[in-house]
């Protein structure tokens, strides 16, 4: 039996690789920024996982990838990066399969984290789950009768796209008032350039709201009552017994939870308003946990080195 799986997770800014044993424990990690396009990005891969290699014992027996963007399961093919260029219909999984030597099993990042949280996080022992990643954009994935729910069309979990309000902003994919466009990380650092009049991210928002800033507060709040609205309209559908949210801006804590949580309550009816809604446990550490998951259990796109 295999004690470990390497999992490589493909961000916006930034790749990792980690070696990461059947109990979810990262053994080894390496990162680095991401370059801009698609070759640069895969060869930055491979060099993190050699490197990861070469500072473990233990040899993988199959490598999982969690990308940031849409990925088609049932063809192995990336659709597009929202990002970066060079990705719309490239065959990651089996060009990585081939560079490493190593069985691989390729799906979307959140799906990937959101099945490592279901393992080895905040959703362990839970049946059904949604698991939501709050970060520069929103994803998310759907854990049905223990087992990662991707969809006919690999599109299962994609709340950051769900419409909340057709006349608000602009969102990444064309759309406008996507949950993504209103209470992201991206939406946040937006209302609070509005407010302030000049440019802020959404982490200094962030912080001037825990410091007791009234108007950076104000936003917080107006992008934490989107995000329960998203929530509860999904939970209507799924009827999850746990909703799990991550990402960068969850780490903001209670500040963002409570105001989460009254309006998931407010707009969801019957006794899924008492669903629990927490945060994630594994911290940054889940897209490589998750990715390394996807290998374990075989979920996702598989390749044959």
Not at 24 to 34: K, W
């Amino acid at each position: 039996m295999a004690t470990a799986f390497l999992g490589l997770d493909v961000g916006n800014t930034r790749l990792s690789a980690a070696l990461v044993s059947r109990e979810g424990r990262v053994l080894a990690l390496r990162q680095d920024d991401a370059p801009p396009d698609a070759d640069g990005a895969i060869a930055t891969l491979v060099r993190l996982a050699e490197e990861v290699h070469a500072t473990a014992a233990e040899r993988p027996e199959a490598a999982g990838i969690g990308f940031g963007g849409p990925v088609d399961t049932r063809s192995g093919l990336v659709r597009r990066s929202f990002l970066s260029t060079g990705w719309d219909g490239l065959p990651l999984g089996r060009l990585l399969a081939e560079r490493l030597g190593l069985p691989t099993w390729l799906a979307n990042d959140a799906d990937a984290a959101g099945l490592g949280e279901a393992r080895f996080g905040a959703g362990r022992g839970a049946r059904s789950m949604l698991y939501v990643n709050v970060g520069t954009g929103i994803g998310g994935a759907v854990l049905l009768e223990g087992r990662l729910h991707l969809g006919e069309t690999s599109s299962a979990g994609e709340i950051g796209h769900m419409v909340l309000d057709r006349s608000g902003p602009v969102c990444e994919c064309g759309r406008r008032g996507c949950l993504q466009a209103l209470a992201s990380g991206t939406a946040i650092a937006r209302m609070g350039r509005e407010v302030a009049g000049r440019e802020v991210t959404g982490h200094e928002v962030g912080e001037a709201a825990q410091a007791g800033d009234a108007a950076a507060r104000a936003v917080l709040d107006e992008a934490a009552g989107w995000l329960g609205l998203g929530l509860a309209n999904a939970a209507q559908l799924l009827d999850p017994e746990r909703i799990i949210i991550g990402g960068g801006v969850a780490e903001l804590g209670e500040i963002l939870f409570s105001p989460v949580r009254a309006a998931y309550r407010a707009n969801t009816l019957g006794p899924a308003a008492d669903t629990p809604v927490v945060p994630a446990e594994l911290g940054y550490d889940a897209g490589v946990i998750g990715a390394a998951t996807l290998a374990m259990e075989g979920v996702g796109a598989g390749s044959e080195a």
